[in-house]
């Protein structure tokens, strides 16, 4: 239960407290409907997506499910006035939002029927998201591929928690039951996982990346673009290697990201393991296996209600 009185499965009308995180040119109708039809939130990504893409994704994704579904809006795409215009227009359950802050977005949002649920990377931007009408949060910690913050997961989760009365999603480094369960110790009252959610069935992610994140370890993956002030966590290749490269000649914003952004295309639909940005989260040293989503929802599941079982029956220190 939320401090509120209202867990966030009654929230948002779903029967696990787990969301899958809009990853750009991966996370489509057909990854996300699959999570909606297993009893969690999927989550399209408008991220590189037109207006027109987004619709059609959204009108396929209704054609898969009729249960709750989410779009994520990627704050620095340029065309987020158009995508907003289909959400609403189209009465998108639910809209998450990542890489800035939605304050100017969330009155047209809401007064649609949206809920809308912003990641943050701190307390100060949950508190005024609180205020501003935001109807949970997503505390993404850095453990998290792609676009992330500064602070851990295990940290900002608490923190977070303790500012806020509207649910708090976990987020970053989570990949499992145990994981499940340290969120909700840490106050949160689900989570988001993105990265776990690329090695299934349903995820149209080309096959080179699943294998990269099954044969990798926790150290895998490395952060760059920091000297752009947007750092981004992928496995570490050859393209890492470049832009680290340009960052160090002190290339600006623009040169790094074009090669960044790209890459993502080449990594989740051509496969390119040495020239594309395979952004993933350093929960892939987690990950050993592809299964169907609904397998792996209810493995998360059952192994979250055996640690919990476990933790009841510790008496002593
Ligand atoms: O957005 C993400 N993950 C992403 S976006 C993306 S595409 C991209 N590619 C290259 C460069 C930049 C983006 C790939 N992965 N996750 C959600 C997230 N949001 N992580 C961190 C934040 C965030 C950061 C600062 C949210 C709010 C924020 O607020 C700043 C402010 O204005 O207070």
Same mark, same amino acid.
């Not at 307390?123 to 602070?151: F, N, P």
């Not at 393209?239 to 002190?250: A, D, M, S």
């Given at each position: 239960? &939320?401090?509120?009185? $209202? ?22 109708? =057909? ?8 009893? =969690? ?16 994704? #959204? ?24 995508? #907003? ?52 949060? #997503? ?26 009365? #509207? ?27 993105? &990265? ?15 294998? +990269? ?10 952060? &760059? ?22 960052? $160090?000649?002190?290339? %600006? ?22 020239? %594309? ?7 892939? %040293?987690?990950? +050993? ?29």
């Amino acid at each position: 239960m &939320t401090r509120q009185g $209202r867990t966030l499965t009654e929230l948002l009308g779903i029967k696990y407290p787990i969301l899958q995180g809009g990853m750009a040119w991966i996370s489509d109708n =057909g990854l996300a409907g699959a999570v909606s039809n297993a009893g =969690g939130l999927g989550i399209i990504a408008g991220g590189s997506l037109s207006a027109e893409e987004l619709q059609t994704e #959204i009108r396929r994704i209704k054609e898969i499910t009729s249960k709750p579904f989410g779009v994520n809006i990627m704050l620095l795409s340029q065309n987020i006035e158009d995508q #907003i215009e289909v959400v609403c227009r189209e009465k998108v359950p639910v809209v998450t939002t990542g890489a800035g802050s939605p304050s100017r977005i969330i009155e047209r949002l809401k007064s649609s029927g949206t809920k809308v649920i912003p990641v943050v990377a701190s307390t100060a931007l949950a508190r005024r998201l609180e205020k501003q009408g935001a109807d949970a949060v #997503i505390a993404e910690g850095m453990e998290a591929g792609g676009h992330i913050g500064k602070v851990t997961t295990m940290v900002l989760v608490a923190a977070v928690a303790s500012v806020v009365k #509207i649910p708090v999603i976990a987020a970053g480094g989570i990949a499992d039951g145990r994981g499940l369960v340290a969120a909700l110790a840490l106050g949160a009252s689900g989570i988001q996982m993105g &990265t776990r959610f690329i090695c299934t069935t349903e995820c149209s992610a080309h096959h080179n990346y699943k294998e +990269r994140v099954l044969s990798s370890n926790e150290l895998d993956t490395v952060v &760059t673009g920091i000297s752009t002030g947007h750092p981004v966590r992928a496995f570490r290749n050859k393209l890492t290697r470049k832009i680290e490269e340009l960052e $160090r000649q002190g290339n %600006g914003v623009e040169a790094i990201e074009r090669v960044a952004i790209g890459g993502l295309k080449r990594a989740a639909r051509e496969g390119d393991l040495n020239f %594309g940005s395979l952004m993933a989260g350093q929960s892939s %040293g987690l990950i +050993r296996d592809i299964k169907s989503v609904s397998e792996l929802l209810e493995e998360i599941i059952g192994e979250a209600e055996e640690v919990i079982e476990v933790l009841g029956g510790i008496k002593r220190w």
